[in-house]
């Protein structure tokens, strides 16, 4: 198969009803997108999946669900209203906005040269831009304005005054309602260190470059998880949640040579230890999931701007101490585009024909079985035997076009199995299984149908 563009990609979810431009029909709103029907099934079982694997499969693991507004002095604890900024520069040709650090790694991956561009200062990073004449990639010249930190949290406000003081702002990470909440989901739920949190939720960020589709977008979801835990423990798990997470992945059906760690070059102050997971893109390799070891930082801040305890007790020694966290996090979007890009194939058949195969985890599927009449006379049983399964999966009734075709239809969107419904069936309850992936088939009593498609589905689990 040639190699996947992301044009293409971006073609085919619009096609197959996966991922729609945000807004078409009024010309659309940049880098906002809206999940179709097939795309927010494969999404629900993508947060599905992370949610089993981490929070309900792990006895010392919490959910929540918090607000997307929250008090404006969160952000002010958080530090996001301080320094939760990237470095901007317009052009002065085109007047197009930029980030002076995206350019220059441009530049550099080109060229293949290796620097830590996110160590430079904003000065390094202008005289940088004009000794090697980095361009301006919409006009194509090098005349930018200084570059200066452009906050990315969205700000609205509150009520009916147009007063400073309502200001609020959208949430830039799920992370902090975790935070504000440990002690409620400790208490509540009788946890002992070390325990988690997790949760699923939109996140929006006033991105300066956002791109790559659904790479990097202004709103997005995160699914974030945050290990609480006593000093000294921290490195332990920071080392063994690093490589769960990673197995997590490849259950997901992600290759190893498609996944990597890379250690962050430059830590946050507060910072003990930050790595990325990142994945081989049609674009290069990007960062698919953070984790990092944020120490005591987080929970001693909100202490300080609530001005609650956020102390921890020891129930065996008394000890009082504000925990460790330990963090992971990753776009629901993010992972949805490169479980995606991962799994469209373009395979050549024996006649020659190219066949498009989404081979996706069969559990992501976003349609499980499709019911395939062989021909319309068959309907009325083909409609019992759809009936009987909608009950336990989901499916997909197709009675147009040829058998052929129709096969095709769903290897391209990544249904796992196709049922047939042919003339023996009405004679001996009998039904044809066909494979997605090896296009074998079996001969399935009706009656078996469930549990040997539960098997071929969830068989991996
Ligand atoms: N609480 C830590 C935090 O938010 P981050 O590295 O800024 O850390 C975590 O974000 C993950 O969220 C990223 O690894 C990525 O998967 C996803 N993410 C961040 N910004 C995004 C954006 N603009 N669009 C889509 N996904 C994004």
């Given at each position: 198969m040639e190699e996947l563009t992301m044009q293409k990609l971006v073609a085919y979810c619009k096609n197959r009803g996966f991922v729609f431009p945000g807004s078409e029909i009024y010309g659309g709103l940049a880098n906002t997108w809206d999940y179709g029907p097939l795309g927010v099934e494969l999404k629900n079982n993508i947060k599905r999946a992370w949610w089993d694997y981490f929070v309900t499969k792990d006895e010392n693991s919490y959910g929540v669900d918090c607000a997307i507004l929250m008090n404006p002095r969160v952000w002010e604890a958080s530090g996001h209203v301080a320094s939760f900024s990237d470095p901007k520069m317009d052009c002065k040709n085109c007047k197009t906005r930029h980030r002076a650090d995206t350019l220059i790694e441009d530049y550099n991956t080109k060229h293949g040269i290796e620097m830590?561009?996110?160590?430079?200062s904003k000065d390094e990073m202008s005289n940088y831009i004009k000794e090697h004449n980095i361009?301006?990639?919409?006009?194509?010249?090098c005349d930018f304005t200084e570059i200066k930190n452009f906050n990315l949290m969205f700000q609205t406000k509150r009520g009916v005054t147009e007063d400073n003081s309502d200001v609020i702002y959208l949430r830039p990470e799920t992370c902090q309602g975790e935070y504000v909440n440990f002690l409620n989901v400790q208490r509540t739920m009788r946890a002992k260190i070390p325990f988690g949190i997790g949760q699923i939720g939109k996140s929006f960020r006033n991105e300066i470059t956002p791109g790559n589709f659904i790479f990097r977008t202004i709103e997005f979801e995160q699914m974030e998880y945050q290990l609480f835990c006593k000093e000294g423990q921290d490195e332990k798990i920071f080392d063994e949640y690093k490589h769960k997470v990673m197995k997590f992945y490849h259950t997901l059906g992600l290759p190893e040579e498609k996944l990597r760690f890379k250690d962050h070059d430059k830590l946050a102050f507060y910072a003990k230890a930050a790595t990325d997971i990142v994945f081989h893109y049609p674009f290069g390799w990007e960062e698919l999931n953070g984790i990092h070891n944020r120490t005591n930082y987080d929970l001693t801040q909100h202490q300080k701007y609530s001005g609650k305890n956020m102390l921890y007790t020891d129930p065996v020694t008394g000890e009082k101490f504000i925990p460790y966290i330990v963090e992971f996090s990753v776009g629901a979007d993010r992972l949805f585009l490169t479980l995606i890009a991962n799994a469209y194939t373009e395979e050549t058949l024996d006649d020659g024909e190219t066949r498009v195969v989404l081979k996706i985890l069969p559990r992501l599927a976003p349609i499980k079985v499709a019911v395939l009449p062989l021909?319309?006379?068959l309907s009325e049983k083909a409609h019992e035997v759809f009936k009987g399964l909608q009950k336990d999966f989901v499916c997909d009734y197709d009675e147009s076009g040829s058998i052929g075709k129709r096969y095709r239809r769903h290897d391209e969107i990544g249904t796992p199995l196709c049922v047939t419904i042919d003339f023996d069936t009405l004679e001996d309850n009998t039904v044809t299984v066909r494979d997605r992936d090896t296009m074998k088939q079996d001969r399935i009593k009706i009656e078996n149908l469930k549990s040997y498609i539960t098997s071929k589905i969830f068989g991996d689990n």
């Open positions: 830590a561009v996110d160590l430079m361009k301006c990639p919409n006009c194509g010249k021909q319309k006379n």
